[in-house]
């Protein structure tokens, strides 16, 4: 098992936990964790690009001159796609860019990157993050005495109101809560701040 320390909000050391080998002691499959990466980002995408094909732009009823005679090529429409102000080939329209993939490789994913947030010791386990009223001046100083004043990602058991509404406004700080953490916001994030609730939530679905 391994082991770490828990700190309190001030930074103090109260005691050590061990995380569990199962969640946090894998070895890192890089690309489970690319795949998962990859359909994150896709399915955030909104995928509005839109264009006018030949029916859908204005103008071009009549026919512009004669079939012959003109010594011009013929033309049936001043819309077509080889005229100014003409229609799109092949228009892009709105479309759905997200994908799913399995249980299976999702859970291997996010045991691969806290895996290896854990080898690097980018993980600070709080004995519990709690906050009397919405203070961004004092969650920052949270932030700091725990050595985590950079990218960082607050993981909580359960939502919070007053954590929540104090850390969203620091450049950097993420918070999200144990079921809904992502392979995504991990990753992206130099050090992941998590209370020992939500520890032992994330231990009890993925272990």
């Known amino acids: 098992m391994l082991k770490t320390n828990v700190y309190d909000m001030s930074g ?3 005691g050590e936990i ?7 002691g894998i070895e890192p499959n890089e690309s489970v964790v690319h795949d998962v990466v990859k359909n994150h980002l896709a399915n955030k995408r909104q995928g509005t690009q839109s264009a006018l094909t030949r029916a859908e732009v204005s103008g071009g009823g009549r026919k512009p001159w004669k079939q012959k005679g003109t010594g011009r090529a013929r033309q049936g429409s001043t819309r077509a796609p080889q005229w100014t102000h003409g229609g799109i080939v092949f228009a892009p ?12 490789t999702r859970r291997l994913a996010l045991k691969s990157v806290l895996s290896a947030k854990a080898a690097e010791q980018n993980i600070v386990v709080i004995d519990s993050i709690q906050m009397e009223n919405i ?21 909580t058991a359960a939502p919070d109101q007053n954590v929540v509404k104090s850390g969203r406004n620091i450049p950097g700080c993420e918070i999200t809560f144990a079921n809904l953490i992502n392979v995504y916001d991990v990753i992206n994030a130099n050090k992941l701040v998590v209370d020992q609730a939500a520890l ?8």
């Not at 032992?200 to 272990?207: M, P, Y």
């Open 200 to 207: 032992r939530k994330i231990e009890e679905v993925f272990a």
């Open 12 to 14: 103090k050391q109260v």
């Open 18 to 24: 061990e995380l569990p080998e199962a969640v946090f």
């Open 135 to 155: 203070k961004t001046k004092d969650f920052a100083a949270f932030l700091k005495a725990v050595g985590c004043d950079t990218k960082t990602l607050v993981v």
């Open 93 to 104: 329209k709105p479309r759905d860019y997200s994908y799913t993939l399995n249980k299976k």
